[in-house]
């Protein structure tokens, strides 16, 4: 699909004319890789203020898109969050149904586990059925505690025990499930401010860290999922799912453009070690790789 995607922009400069024919099909590439239109107008539209040589040649594009595309999100390249010795950091993640939380839960848990911290996990989703099993699971492979509850028990107070457990146990690290969402489903939504409270009335003693999982293959409607989950939680970052597939990720251009948001990391994969921190000048380049 990179390799598709490369190929598709030296088909589009073959006749090595930056017209407005070209740069039309190129913004339809972009839009088509996922990025939102009002990000790919202003990728276009600088694109086409630049110099280019006579004789130039699809390095010379590739280049020139890259270094515009960095210069929108690599300001927002953030990083997998910092432990800090003295003080337990708990990190609560939330998102859409099926957007990779609880496999990110675990790919995280593996990162800090290979740092040596100490980790409890928190199976704050009753909803469904299965889910405190899925976490359970992972808990045995990666040889974690984990807090849970009874089916459609209050995952507020599982979060509670989590927190507490992470204080009184002295856990480097709480890392915490939540039921997937819709963000119009303003029940649910009310329960997550209610689980994020929680976590926050004990900010004197901890580092809050809540980061909403996004399913790197959605497209446009995450930039609305982003904007709905903040109005119930103060969102540290994001991390992409499922990158790994045909999914090009124009999505992180458009959602670090329009929201301002940082993304932490990228998930490449259903495994534990399938997670990696957001380097902008690696994402791209992976784009737009020969
Ligand atoms: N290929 C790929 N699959 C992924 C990735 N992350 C998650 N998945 C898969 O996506 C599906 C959903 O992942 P979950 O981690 O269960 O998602 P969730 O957000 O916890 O789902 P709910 O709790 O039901 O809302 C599973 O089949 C995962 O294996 C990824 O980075 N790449
Ligand atoms: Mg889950």
Redesign the pocket.
């Known amino acids: 699909m990179f390799r598709d995607f490369t190929n598709k922009i030296g088909n589009i400069f073959s006749s090595k004319r930056i017209d407005e024919n070209s740069l039309t099909e190129l913004e339809e590439l972009l839009l088509t890789a996922d990025v939102g239109i009002e990000t790919a107008d202003k990728i276009i539209n600088k694109l086409r203020n630049e110099k280019f040589s006579a004789n130039f040649d699809i390095n010379e594009i590739k280049s020139k898109l890259s270094k515009i595309i960095l210069e929108i999100i690599e300001p927002y390249q953030g990083y997998l969050p910092n432990i800090d010795n003295n003080k337990p950091t708990i990190i609560l993640c939330i998102?859409?149904?099926?957007?990779?939380?609880?496999?990110?839960i675990a790919k995280l848990a593996h990162h800090y586990n290979n740092m040596n911290y100490r980790i409890i996990l928190g199976a704050a989703?009753t909803f469904?059925a299965a889910?405190t099993e899925?976490l359970s699971e992972w808990g045995k492979v990666l040889g974690l505690e984990i807090i849970t509850g009874v089916h459609n028990s209050d995952p507020a107070s599982i979060a509670y025990r989590c927190v507490e457990s992470t204080l009184n146990n002295d856990f480097d690290i709480g890392i915490i499930?939540t039921?997937?969402r819709l963000q119009n489903r303003s029940d649910l939504m009310e329960q997550l401010k209610k689980i994020y409270k929680v976590v926050e009335s004990k900010n004197n003693y901890l580092n809050q860290k809540t980061i909403m999982?996004i399913d790197?293959t959605t497209g446009q409607s995450s930039i609305k999922q982003v904007e709905e989950f903040s109005k119930y939680a103060k969102i540290d970052g994001l991390i992409l799912?499922?990158?790994?597939?045909s999914a090009v990720g124009g999505t992180i251009i458009s959602i670090i453009d329009y929201l301002k948001v940082p993304v932490l990391g990228i998930?490449?994969?259903?495994n534990k070690s399938?997670l990696e921190e957001f380097n902008a000048k690696k994402f791209i380049d992976r784009i737009l790789k020969n």
């Open positions: 998102g859409v149904n099926g957007s990779g939380k609880t496999t990110t989703d469904r889910a899925q499930d039921a997937g999982i790197g799912s499922k990158l790994d597939g998930g490449i994969g259903e399938d």
